[in-house]
């Protein structure tokens, strides 16, 4: 899935690729970004977590996840 979140540093919004990702056994979203690094996200108790990488900065990270939560919202399928 393609979505959009703001950048936290440059407040500039730029599209991302999330694929899902199995990651020891539970649902994940690896977040693609335009130069191709990438990590894995996990949904725990309604906040997402970055499980494979220590050194991803928490504003990134939060941002990320609001972009995950408005794609979600516009694209739900009730």
Do not use: C
């Amino acid at each position: 899935m393609r979505f959009t979140y703001k950048d936290p540093i440059t407040e500039n919004e730029i599209e991302l690729n999330a694929e899902p990702e199995d990651y020891n056994g539970e649902q994940g979203l690896r977040i693609i970004f335009p130069e191709k690094d990438s990590f894995v996200m996990v949904q725990k108790d309604g906040s997402w977590d970055v499980v494979d990488d220590e050194d991803i900065n928490p504003a990134i990270v939060e941002a990320i996840a609001n972009g995950l939560k408005t794609h979600s919202r516009y694209n739900h399928l009730t």
